[in-house]
């Protein structure tokens, strides 16, 4: 079973998840909160939620130290 590509711009989520990765070195998020972020858009991709897994990453900051 194949599924169309939901993710037209990959490199969104790319970048998200490395600001999601510096944000946890830094020491400014926890682990739960890496995890959740990177779930939500996972959650978000899987369901077909285009509008959430698009905005979400672009809209996401981590908490200034």
Not at 32 to 55: P, R, S
């Amino acid at each position: 079973m194949s599924r169309k590509q939901l993710v037209a711009q990959p490199r969104v989520i790319d970048n998200f998840v490395g600001r999601v990765l510096d944000a946890y070195k830094a020491g400014t998020i926890s682990r739960l909160d890496a995890i959740e972020a990177v779930g939500h858009v996972w959650t978000a991709i899987d369901q077909g939620n285009e509008t959430e897994f698009t905005t979400f990453p672009l809209n996401w900051g981590a908490p200034k130290s």
